[in-house]
């Protein structure tokens, strides 16, 4: 006899689904932050060197590749990928009904 895993379904925005306030400018920012620090690393430098590259202090640097991305606005981590010289294109489409929020 097995036992039936008792599991919920994702709304896709893990802080929604914790109740957490503010639950979509904290998954834009992980988003955002994620891809930030995809890159940085991808360009295998010192943090000083990024500090400089973000024009940020180094300690900023620091909580930015641990992932601390509600120390910075997500302007400032749309910012940063300017300074990498990335494009970040915003796509507006109607909801699904079957579809998360993202």
Known sequence: MTKQ???EKST???????GIEDAEELQARGLIGYHVIKLLKSKNMKQQKIAELLEIKQSEVSHLLNGHFSRFTVDKLLDFLKRMNQKVTIQISPHRQSEPYQ
Do not use: M, P, R
């Open 5 to 7: 895993i008792e599991f």
């Open 12 to 18: 896709g925005n893990v802080f929604a689904d914790l």
